[in-house]
């Protein structure tokens, strides 16, 4: 299995502009998360997914973040518009199962909004 | 929420040393896990422990549920090893994987 597969990888963008960030996760898993990771607050999951469904977005900072997932195959993080301290490194996780079980993290995206 | 703390915050090692990483959580758990930070940023899964003991390879993880804490040893230590060490629980009752802070492990030949 190739492992959950993130893009970009990099990512420099202008403040105000569109960021969009996808996932694969693993085949077969039934669950993603977001994560974002910064030096002040760590990493913090943002919001996931069960079967393609939202089932918690409390950590989505603001309305300027929105996620969806369309399949299970595919999902994507969205910055609408973006800002300096956006600037950390997403990550995207997949995981068989419930919150009982290995999460498996993607390589990341690190986004730098000038 | 659930408070999940690691120690020692830094650690500077000899190759061939060995160590001890401690993840200590406010609340009881039902997942634990491990993970390594490499250098280039991958998070890589160690362990899943939430309770009991695990082995593999040079590395090993005991947690003690009903004492609420964790600990994660590597024997002979390699350069590739170091890195940041990450602690990560989801507590019962609750849906977030919550990470500790970390441990910045480095190795030096």
């Known amino acids: 299995d190739a492992g959950v597969i993130q893009s970009p990888r990099h990512e420099v963008t202008e403040m105000g502009q569109e960021v969009t960030l996808r996932c694969k996760p693993i085949s077969g898993h039934d669950y993603l998360f977001w994560y974002r990771q910064t030096m002040m607050r760590g990493l913090e999951l943002l919001i996931y997914?069960?079967?393609?469904?939202?089932?918690?977005d409390s950590g989505m900072p603001e309305d300027r973040f929105s996620a969806k997932m369309p399949n299970a195959s595919f999902s994507t993080l969205k910055i609408q518009p973006s800002e300096p301290r956006d600037s950390a490194v997403y990550f995207c996780?997949?995981?068989?199962?419930?919150?009982?079980?290995?999460?498996?993290f993607g390589p990341g995206t690190r986004l730098l909004v000038l | 929420g659930i408070q999940v703390e690691q120690s020692p915050p830094d650690l500077i090692l000899q190759e061939g040393a060995n160590s001890t990483l401690r993840c200590n959580f406010s609340d009881s758990v039902n997942n634990l896990q491990w993970f390594h930070q490499n250098p280039w940023g991958q998070l890589i899964n160690l362990f899943y422990i939430p309770s009991g003991t695990k082995q593999n390879g040079r590395l090993s993880a005991t947690t003690v549920a009903t004492e609420r804490y964790s600990l994660l040893y590597i024997s002979s230590s390699q350069t590739t090893d170091s890195g940041v060490y990450f602690c990560a629980v989801v507590s019962v009752g609750a849906q977030k994987l919550v990470f500790g802070q970390g441990t910045r492990l480095t190795i030096n030949p």
């Open positions: 996780a997949s995981s068989l199962g419930a919150l009982k079980e290995t999460q498996y």
């Open positions: 997914f069960n079967n393609n469904v939202p089932i918690d």
